[in-house]
Structures are given as structure tokens and as C-alpha cells.
């Protein structure tokens, strides 16, 4: 679908400041194609078209603006086409071009735009070494020990370690020195023993 035909889609059924903004935007970008640019980030596009309609990039960024992102996504995307670099990246959502519904493909459309603008952001702001594994919608960066941190860790639970202060291991994972006082508290020599074996 092109930008063009996008456009008209998007302005059915929206209120007259919506289709006014689409329009806008519209025109920024098509600016941009004429330029032979391809530099279409929000923030871009919200510069080029400040003080003609065209809202701030964080307002494009929000929820309700699903259609003003779709409209700017079609432009990069039409570029894109146009771009051998790009040509593996455009084959992933070819499919969509496939879809006869055309308010489903617009759905489907905004989606990918989510989608592709999600990936672009965690790209930008996750460090290059970060993992970060998705359980239960909660993100969580996951770091691994170096060598010698693993062999600290292994140090405090071996038997060297034990005997050289004299120490003594507990019966609750704790340890305790020759007055029976305890060093570590109850279940350290379990969560050392556990986070050897899970990290």
C-alpha cells in the first residue's frame, strides 16, 4: 500500500483534527521523498513540520498516535523498496501486501509500525552486552559471573576456606566459627550453591 493510499484510509471514520495532522504529516514527508532523503524518525518529521500541524515526536510516539506513525512508517517502508540494503529486511513483511481486507491491513499495518519502532528503541537503549530475558511481562537483565568471581564464590563454600579460620559448616546452610557463633547466616552456603549452579 502506498503512502497515498494509506492516507485516505487512515483519514476515513477520524475527526476533522486528526485528518488535518495526517495531512500534515503527510506533506513533511513527502517533502522528505522529494529531498531524497531518508530520514523519517519522528523527531524529523515533528522539526520539519513545527508551527504546520505536525505534532511533537512524543506525541506521535503515544498511543493515540497509531495512524501518524503507520503514515510515516509507509514512506521509510516505500524508501525501503527502493533500497537493495533493505531488501532482506522489506521480504519480512511482504505478506502484509497480501492481506484483501483493507482494514485489517491497516491493523496489521499500524502492528508492524509498533513493532519495528519497540525494536529500534530497545536497540538504542540496551547496552550492547545487556541480555535481557521477558518472563511474566517483567524484563530482567541477566549478568554471568567471570572466572575468578565464580572462583570466590566456590572459595567461600569449599573446605579450605572452612578450615583455614576454623569454621564450620552448620546443619542450616549457615556457618559458624569455634564458639559456634554464626559467620553466614542460615541458608548461605544454599543460595552460594544455587547461584553457581543457575548463573
Known amino acids: 500500500m502506498t503512502p497515498e493510499e494509506l492516507l485516505v484510509e487512515l483519514k476515513m471514520d477520524v475527526k476533522t483534527k486528526v485528518k488535518q495532522t495526517l495531512q500534515a504529516i503527510y506533506e513533511v514527508c513527502s517533502e522528505q521523498k522529494k529531498r531524497g532523503l531518508s530520514d523519517f524518525s519522528f523527531s524529523t518529521i515533528s522539526r520539519l513540520g513545527e508551527g504546520r500541524g505536525v505534532p511533537k515526536a512524543q506525541s506521535i510516539r503515544n498511543k493515540t498516535g497509531a495512524p501518524y506513525r503507520a503514515l510515516i512508517k509507509s514512506f521509510e517502508d516505500n524508501i525501503n523498496e527502493k533500497n537493495s540494503k533493505n531488501k532482506k529486511y522489506k521480504g519480512k513483511v511482504d505478506w502484509i501486501e497480501e492481506i484483501s481486507d483493507v482494514r485489517l491491513k491497516i491493523l ?92
Open 108 to 199: 496489521v499495518s499500524h502492528q508492524a509500525a509498533q513493532l519495528a519502532e519497540a525494536k529500534r528503541i530497545i536497540k538504542e537503549f540496551t547496552p550492547p552486552d545487556m541480555v535481557i530475558n521477558i518472563n511474566d511481562g517483567l524484563a530482567i537483565q541477566t549478568e554471568s559471573f567471570d572466572h575468578l568471581e565464580r572462583k570466590a564464590l566456590e572459595y567461600l563454600m569449599s573446605d579450605d576456606f572452612i578450615n583455614k579460620w576454623h569454621f564450620k559448616k552448620g546443619i542450616h546452610g549457615d556457618v559458624l566459627n569455634e564458639q559456634d557463633e554464626r559467620v553466614f547466616k542460615i541458608a548461605t552456603l544454599d543460595a552460594l550453591g544455587k547461584a553457581l549452579k543457575n548463573l
